[in-house]
């Protein structure tokens, strides 16, 4: 059984800059696609930003497109988001999830795509 865990939340002022981790144990994710989403107060959980397993390339919500960076270590079993020109709008908890499949086509946006899924960090922008 997987376990996915997040960290590098916190507190930051509009304009600065944070960078989350999500760390797997007890299962390799190397070969499944990796996704990033966010719960503001309020609000549904959203996508933000997703890697595909094998290239490595990646796909943003518009909302964050050209601020936010997904990266991934396989070697270390972690995918990174850096969280730049960061916005009030941008407070939320952000989760990091698996793909429920190996090997998928296509960029995974819903949160049905993924089966595996950390306990969140919260990320607070104050203006």
């Known amino acids: 059984q997987g376990q996915l865990v997040e960290s590098g939340g916190g507190l930051v002022q509009a304009g600065g800059s944070l960078r989350l981790s999500c760390t797997a144990s007890?299962?390799?994710?190397?070969?499944?696609?990796m996704g990033w989403f966010r719960q503001a107060p309020g609000k549904e959980r959203e996508f933000v930003a997703t890697?595909?397993?094998?290239?490595?390339?990646?796909y943003y919500a518009d909302s964050v497109k050209g601020r936010f960076t997904i990266s991934r270590d396989n070697a270390k079993m972690t995918v990174y988001l850096q969280m730049n020109s960061l916005k009030p709008e941008d407070t939320a908890v952000y989760y990091c999830?698996?793909?429920?499949?190996?090997?998928?086509?296509?960029?995974?946006?819903?949160?049905?795509?993924?089966?595996?899924w950390g306990q969140g960090t919260q990320v607070t922008v104050s203006s």
């Open positions: 007890g299962r390799t994710f190397s070969g499944r696609d």
């Open positions: 890697i595909k397993w094998n290239v490595g390339s990646t």
């Open positions: 999830a698996a793909d429920r499949q190996y090997g998928s086509s296509g960029y995974r946006t819903r949160e049905y795509d993924y089966d595996y």
